[in-house]
């Protein structure tokens, strides 16, 4: 059974940045799972339903939310079982919680989510 955890969430100042992480453990052949599936970055702002952030693909091109594309950056690492989330610039209408998402063969696993505020 994947499991997932994201860490590197807090509070910030507007224009600050913070770097999200997403570990993945138990994987069944300890395979990088981010950079041979689909993984996805989401947030839930408090009221808000849950959006879309950011995407990488296997061997393809990642993709980001127009509204924070520049800013926010999606990265992958291959000698670990790690994806990342750099938010640069952040403002107050970032603040959420950021979830990470990874397809395998179909299915959908999610971490427990980490809080991101953003203050004025």
């Known amino acids: 059974q994947v499991q997932l955890v994201e860490s590197g969430g807090g509070s910030v100042q507007a224009g600050g940045s913070l770097r999200l992480s997403c570990g993945a453990s138990?994987?069944?052949?300890?395979?990088?799972?981010?950079?041979?599936?689909?993984a996805q970055w989401y947030r839930q702002a408090p009221g808000q339903a849950r959006e879309w952030v950011a995407l990488?693909?296997?061997?393809?091109?990642?993709n980001v939310r127009e509204s924070v594309r520049g800013p926010f950056t999606i990265s992958a690492d291959e000698t670990s079982n790690m994806m990342y989330l750099q938010m640069n610039n952040l403002k107050p209408e970032d603040t959420a919680d950021y979830y990470c998402?990874?397809?395998?063969?179909?299915?959908?696993?999610w971490g427990p989510g980490t809080q991101v505020t953003v203050s004025s």
């Open positions: 998402k990874v397809e395998i063969q179909k299915n959908p696993y």
């Open positions: 990488t693909t296997p061997h393809g091109p990642s």
């Open positions: 138990g994987t069944a052949s300890n395979s990088n799972v981010f950079t041979v599936n689909t």
